[in-house]
């Protein structure tokens, strides 16, 4: 298996229309439709990256460091930092993608360098008991960067820019009065052999391996490998092979223009039937319907 980290750049990935962009900010829940909801270890470089999230929790590797943080809580990502995570179905909030010189150009303005020693280093923030009005700032902060992104009226980039340092100013403030939430204790063996099981999982998702044959490729057995699922991401095993498969379902049910039954066969599914019960049955709703949903939603 290959040891390189993926690099993610948000705009050529997620959307061409705004692969030049400095400031980048969208709805967590439909980044979730696109990406999933469980990240393999990746990196995004000359980006910082901030998930924030006002529902959920999440389990988060942020270089060596490991958390269990629940929501209202923010968790940033400095350049080229390896990080990787698993979000809750129930998790909302923004994803916060900001070009480097943006912050580096406000890190040189503030005299102290405090928010430069705040910013430039993985963090992981649970607001829950902090300073409430402070919080609320950035969550409105927030709000305001996503509702000015998705428009194209005049000024759009000074708002975007002017914003995007209020916010992050906000962080830098919140970081230093409520501190990190705290570090899990982890086996770095189980979290390899978690990377490891992602890596499979993406290369033969569309194979529809059986758990058996994925332990034995990682030479464990499936209970041994449900029991590391479980310690590192709070996940069973057998549920992160179909939501691997859910997610490539909803993400070009989304954004492609393919048919139910040609989503299915591209699924490796010899039965659109199946393919449709399977769908009901982890989406609460048949793949047509499902789309007509998702795409009511998008703006």
Same mark, same amino acid.
């Given at each position: 298996?290959?040891?390189a980290?993926?690099?993610i /750049?948000?705009?050529?990935?997620?959307?061409?229309?705004?692969?030049?962009? $400095?400031? !980048?900010? $969208?709805?967590?829940?439909?980044?979730?439709?696109?990406?999933?909801?469980?990240?393999?270890?990746?990196?995004? =470089?000359r980006?910082?990256?901030v !998930?924030?999230?006002?529902?959920?929790?999440? !389990?988060?590797? #942020?270089?060596?460091?490991?958390?269990h943080?629940?929501?209202?809580?923010?968790?940033?990502?400095?350049?080229?930092?390896? !990080?990787?995570?698993?979000?809750?179905? *129930?998790?909302?909030g923004?994803?916060?993608?900001?070009?480097q010189n943006?912050?580096w *150009?406000?890190?040189?303005?503030?005299?102290t360098?405090?928010?430069?020693?705040?910013?430039?280093?993985?963090?992981?923030?649970?607001?829950?008991?902090?300073?409430? /009005?402070?919080?609320?700032?950035l969550? /409105?902060?927030?709000?305001?960067?996503?509702?000015?992104?998705?428009?194209?009226?005049?000024? +759009? *980039?000074l708002?975007?820019?002017?914003?995007?340092? #209020?916010?992050?100013?906000?962080?830098?403030?919140?970081?230093s009065?409520s501190?990190?939430?705290?570090?899990?204790?982890?086996?770095?063996?189980?979290?390899?052999?978690?990377?490891d099981?992602?890596?499979l999982?993406?290369?033969?998702f +569309?194979?529809?391996?059986?758990?058996?044959?994925?332990? =034995?490729?990682?030479?464990?057995?499936?209970?041994?490998l449900?029991d590391?699922?479980?310690?590192?991401? *709070?996940i069973?095993?057998?549920r992160l092979?179909h /939501? +691997?498969?859910?997610? $490539?379902?909803?993400?070009?049910?989304?954004f492609?223009?393919a048919?139910?039954?040609?989503?299915?066969?591209?699924?490796?599914?010899?039965?659109?039937?199946y393919f449709?019960?399977?769908?009901?049955?982890?989406?609460?709703?048949?793949?047509?319907?499902?789309?007509?949903? =998702?795409?009511?939603?998008?703006?």
């Open positions: 298996m290959s040891s980290i993926l690099n /750049d948000v705009g050529r990935t997620y959307d061409l229309r705004h692969e030049d962009v $400095e400031v !980048h900010c $969208e709805i967590l829940g439909r980044m979730a439709d696109f990406f999933g909801r469980n990240m393999v270890a990746h990196r995004h =470089a980006v910082f990256q !998930h924030l999230l006002a529902r959920g929790e999440v !389990h988060l590797r #942020l270089d060596d460091s490991y958390y943080a629940k929501a209202p809580l923010f968790f940033l990502t400095p350049p080229s930092m390896t !990080h990787a995570f698993v979000i809750s179905d *129930d998790a909302e923004y994803v916060l993608s900001v070009r943006v912050l *150009d406000l890190f040189s303005e503030e005299p360098g405090l928010l430069g020693q705040r910013l430039n280093q993985p963090l992981c923030i649970e607001l829950q008991g902090g300073d409430a /009005d402070e919080a609320k700032r969550f /409105d902060y927030c709000g305001l960067i996503r509702t000015e992104f998705a428009a194209s009226n005049p000024g +759009r *980039d708002n975007l820019l002017a914003l995007t340092r #209020l916010g992050f100013v906000s962080m830098a403030r919140l970081a009065s501190g990190p939430s705290p570090n899990r204790a982890l086996r770095q063996v189980d979290v390899k052999m978690f990377q099981f992602n890596q999982i993406e290369a033969h +569309r194979e529809h391996w059986q758990l058996a044959r994925y332990a =034995a490729e990682l030479k464990l057995t499936e209970t041994r449900n590391i699922c479980r310690r590192v991401a *709070d069973p095993s057998k092979v /939501d +691997r498969v859910l997610q $490539e379902a909803k993400r070009l049910l989304l492609s223009s048919s139910v039954t040609e989503i299915a066969y591209g699924l490796g599914f010899v039965d659109v039937s449709s019960r399977f769908f009901r049955r982890h989406a609460r709703a048949a793949p047509g319907e499902w789309r007509e949903q =998702a795409q009511a939603r998008t703006p």
